[in-house]
């Protein structure tokens, strides 16, 4: 589904990725943790074409590079942390709907089908009943989920998110995570929490200093020496109901 290879990124003298290799199978949720500062956003900046790869990134055989913007868009959709970059009084459903933008023509208007997907992706985020309110008035837990709702409307067989927990409440973490698993497509996501990253991941890649220290499943991510070495900290670990449990240690 999706191959790195040799993704290196500088700015100055500073290496913020140096030589990412990993291969990313078709169907699996891949989660991308570390501390602060490891390069974390950046990587999925080259998956999202935000910052070129200078072809070091493959999606289906085809470097990123070579996709229009549709075609790119017809394959990924992103949920980034940006949520002030959206501006003016957009309603929600009118922002749900730009998920479909992708699959029409131009000047094309967008038709009853695509109407329904956008109150199907906002059914599955609990906004239905936001869909007429304005963008900006919502919390940023709300506007985290219309921007989740936009995701899944756009039906790609592809999900980027970057640290898509950040604002939910306890409640909307829990319903983010069942909508991942029935996701019928392959997420690729950041994360700080990594007892949530245990409950949901399949495989993990683990980084530090722009550098992989381990990517691997899940488990043996979560259990390896190189968290401690990542994170600066010892970890309790322990597994519970086949999913680790990781508190931090604190002297």
Known sequence: M??????????????????????IEKGLIYGVIGPN?????????????????????????????????????????????????????????????????PYKRPFE?????????????????????????????????ERQRVLIAKALCQETELLIMDEPTNHLDLKHQVTLKKLLQDFQGTVILTLHDLNFASQLCDRLLLLKDGEVLVEDNTEHVLR????????????????????VNITPIYE
């Open 37 to 101: 500062g490891s390069g974390k956003t950046t990587l999925l900046k080259h998956l999202y074409k935000e910052i070129p790869s200078d072809k070091s990134i493959r999606i289906n055989g085809e470097y990123i590079e070579d996709y229009t913007y549709k075609e790119y868009a017809r394959c990924s959709a992103i949920v980034t942390q940006n949520q002030d970059m959206i501006e003016g009084n957009l309603l929600v459903k009118d922002l749900v709907l730009m998920g479909r933008y």
């Open 109 to 141: 208007p967008y038709d009853e089908e695509d109407y329904d997907k956008v109150e199907g992706a906002l059914v599955k985020v609990g906004l239905l009943t936001c869909a007429n309110q304005s963008f900006s008035t919502l919390s940023g837990g």
């Open 224 to 243: 390896s020496k190189s968290l401690s070495e990542a994170y600066e900290l010892d970890f309790h670990i322990k597994t519970e109901e086949g999913h």
């Open 2 to 23: 999706i191959r790195i290879e040799h993704l290196s990124y500088t700015i100055g003298n500073k290496h913020i990725l140096n030589n990412i290799n990993c291969h």
